[in-house]
C-alpha cells in the first residue's frame, strides 16, 4: 500500500493538460494523460490479502462490505461501444432518405442542413472529394491553405460516427435514439458527404463495404500533436510529434516529490489575447495573462 507521503514509490502521477485552441478551426481540443491505473485503485486502510484480481469472481469476498457486483443489465446498459471491426454493433438499418427526415428533425439546427455547421459547431460534412475516396486519405488534412478540417476529413473508422451518434446526439437527448435511427442518420450523413447514393440502406450486412468508401480510411495516425504536428508543420515552435508522451513507470519515477499541475504550453500563449480577461466574472476566478512569454 502506499501512502500519501510514499505515492512516488508506487506510480508516477502525471497530469498533462494540453490545451488546443485551434486558430481559425474555432474547435478547442484537451488531452489528458491519464495516471496510471494503479494510482487509481482504492485501497483499503489495511493491507487487503494478496490475490489476483479475478473480476467478478471472489470481489465481494475481497472488499467485503463495500459494494457489491455489478449486475448483468448493468454491465449490458454501459457495454455499448462499437469498436472498429464492428465488434460490439447491434443488428439493424436504415436508409439515408430517412435519414435525412431525422436530421431536419433532430440534428440540423446546431449542425447546419447539409451539415457545414451553424454558428458554433466545427462542420461535420465537406472538405472530401471522390478522388480521396478511391485513394483512402484524405488530401486536403494536410492542406494549411485549407480552412477547416471536417469530421469526414477525419474519419477514418466507421464505427466512430455510427458509436457517436448513438451515445451522445442529439447533444440535448443523448441515448434517445433507435439502433434503425443511428443507421439512417450515418447513411444520410455519408450521402451528405458524397460518399454514399441517397438510396442507400445502412445496416449491419453491409457496414464493412462502406468502410472501405470512408475517404481517411488509411489516413489515420498518431504520431502528430493537437497543436499541428508534423503533418502540418510546427507552429510557434511546437514540438513535432505527439503532445502526451507520458511513459508508464511503477517505481522510483521521479526524484522528488510530485508536481501535479497543469500549464498552457509556451507555443499557445499570445494566439488568442489574454484568456484570463475573458473568463466570468463570477465566483473566484484563476487565470493567467497569456498575451506574453
Ligand atoms: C443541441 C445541439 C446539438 C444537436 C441537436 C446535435 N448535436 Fe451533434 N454535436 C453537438 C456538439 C456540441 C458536438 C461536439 C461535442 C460533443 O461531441 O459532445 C457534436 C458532435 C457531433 C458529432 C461528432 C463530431 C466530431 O467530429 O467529433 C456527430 C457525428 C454529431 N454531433 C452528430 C449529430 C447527429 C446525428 C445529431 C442528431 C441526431 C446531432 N448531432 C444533434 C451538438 C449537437
Known sequence: MCSWRERWRCASVTLTLALALAAGLGAAAGAFAQPPAAAMKVAPATAAPKR???PEAGLEATFEGIGRA??????????????????????GRGSAARGQVLWDAKCANCHGVFGESNEFFAPLVGGTTDAD???????????????????????????TLWDTIRRAMPWDAPKSLSDDDVYALTAYLLHLAGVLPET??????NVRQVQQRLPNRDGLTTQHGLWP??????LRGAPRGPDVRARACMT?????????????????????GNLAEQ?????AQRGIDTRGP
Do not use: Q
Open 70 to 91: 455489478a449486475t448483468a443489465a448493468e454491465l449490458a446498459a454501459w457495454d455499448i461501444d462499437v469498436r472498429p471491426d464492428f465488434k460490439g454493433l447491434p443488428p
Open 229 to 234: 504536428g508534423t503533418g502540418i508543420g510546427p
Open 52 to 54: 489476483a484480481a479475478k
Open 200 to 205: 442507400f440502406v445502412l445496416g449491419e450486412h
Open 133 to 159: 475516396i478511391a485513394l483512402g486519405r484524405v488530401t486536403r488534412l494536410t492542406d494549411e491553405a485549407y480552412p477547416a478540417r471536417t469530421t469526414m476529413m477525419k474519419l477514418a473508422h466507421l464505427s
Open 279 to 283: 473568463n466570468r466574472r463570477v465566483g
Open 252 to 272: 522510483r519515477c521521479l526524484p522528488g516529490e510530485p508536481h501535479v499541475a497543469s500549464s498552457l504550453p509556451a507555443h499557445a500563449r499570445g494566439l488568442h
